[in-house]
Structure formats: C-alpha cells, structure tokens
C-alpha cells in the first residue's frame, strides 16, 4: 500500500466554477477524514466519515461543500462556486478505529486549490 | 470547544543540540490524546509522537519525548541531537476518544549546520 493519495495535487480555478477533489485512503482503514489548512495554520476540520456514514460536519462547512465516501472506500470533496476565500490546501486522513482504541492518522499530501 | 496553542511561531537549532517546542491545550476532559506532527515542507504530515492522557509516564520515540503535565494543560516536545531532516513545521493536535483532531497554528524549526 502507497498511502494516503490525493487527486488532484494543484488546481487553479476561477471564481464561481466548482471543484472536486479526491481522497484514497489505506485500503483497510475505516475512518476518512478532510481537513483545510491555510498558508501558515493548522488544519483545520471539516468532516469525517465512518465507512460510508458521515459522522461529523464542521461549521467550517457551508452548503457549497459536500463530501462523500460511497461504499466506505475513496472519497470526493465538492466545492461549488468557489470563492477566493476558498483557496487552501485540503488535506485527506485515514486511520483505523477498532477495539484497540484511536489509532494513528495517515494523512495525504493534499490537493492545492487556488480561486483566481 | 477544545483550544490547542503553540506560542512560538518559529525556533531555531543548532544541529546535534537539543531544542523543546511548547504547546498548551483547553479541556474540560479527562481522557483523551495528544499528538505532535511534523510536516516537510510539500510533504504530506507525519506523527512524530503520541500521549494518552491516562498515561503518567511521558511517552519517548528516539530523540524525540514530551513533557507533559496534565494539570497544567501542558505538553511539549523535546528534540534531542537535532537533525537537519528534523527541520519541519511542527503541530500539537488533540483529540478525545474517536474524534476530529483539533491543531495548534505550528512551529517553524530550522535547523542550523
């Protein structure tokens, strides 16, 4: 297994278009996460998912994102209408979360969004 | 909600020297993780070490351990025999049981030869 991998790497749009990122986890983890990080910040949550069930959604994200994890496997982030604001890099996570308690996330090399 | 902060924006090293990056935490939880990360520049993120907070012993990873100090909200990393691969920003993240990670905003740590 290579990882975490990220589709695309860059992508430079213009404001109003939608994007769509994508996320392929480790193949045996059951837990997905995206996160934003801004140039010289923290990640940021967005959202998780469980398999294919969303758990857990971020005020961070409005109604022009949505993410999905069909059949528990690879996952896509959509934004629509993209904003300059928008700009960032997003950021894929995996780990499996079994009987053993939390264990650790892999994270990918995220996907570089700028909105000109 | 939980607040993670690390008050140096940047820290500097002299290769083979021993350097410790600070980061405190909010909660009103008593279970729960701690991670410090590091990321490469253009390189995907990395954890470099783990603490359960139920744990007293702070935990080790060769040259790198952590002081933490549950009381005060404390956890800090030491970097022993700084390395110039060790240069890197560097996130405190904390989670409870099952959680999102929440980060702190980074240290920059250069690594001079």
């Known amino acids: 297994d290579t990882g975490v991998s990220q589709d695309p790497r860059h992508k430079i749009t213009k404001r109003g278009q939608n994007v769509t990122f994508r996320c392929d986890p480790i193949?045996?983890?059951?837990?997905l996460y995206w996160y934003r990080q801004t140039l010289g910040q923290g990640p940021e949550f967005l959202t998780y998912?469980?398999?294919?069930?969303?758990?857990?959604k971020s005020r961070l994200l409005s109604d022009r994102f949505s993410a999905e994890r069909p059949k528990g496997s690879f996952s896509t982030l959509e934004i629509q209408r993209t904003e300059q604001g928008d700009s960032a890099m997003y950021l894929c996570a995996s780990s499996f979360e079994g009987l053993a308690g939390m264990e650790e996330l892999f994270f990918g090399e995220g996907s570089r969004l700028t909105v000109l | 909600a939980q607040t993670v902060t690390q008050s140096q924006p940047e820290m500097s090293v002299q290769e083979a020297e021993t350097v410790t990056l600070s980061c405190t935490y909010d909660?009103?939880?008593?279970?729960?993780?701690l991670f410090w990360y590091k990321q490469p520049p253009s390189r995907q993120m990395i954890l470099v070490i783990r603490q359960e907070a139920y744990k007293q012993q702070n935990a080790t990873e060769n040259r790198f351990s952590v002081n933490f100090q549950k009381a005060a909200k404390s956890f800090s990393l030491k970097i022993s025999d700084s390395q110039l691969g060790d240069a890197a920003m560097y996130f405190c993240a904390y989670t409870e049981y099952g959680n999102k990670l929440v980060f702190g905003a980074g240290t920059i740590l250069r690594v001079k030869s």
């Open positions: 193949s045996e983890h059951n837990r």
């Open positions: 998912f469980q398999n294919e069930a969303q758990l857990e």
């Open positions: 909660t009103s939880e008593s279970d729960y993780y």
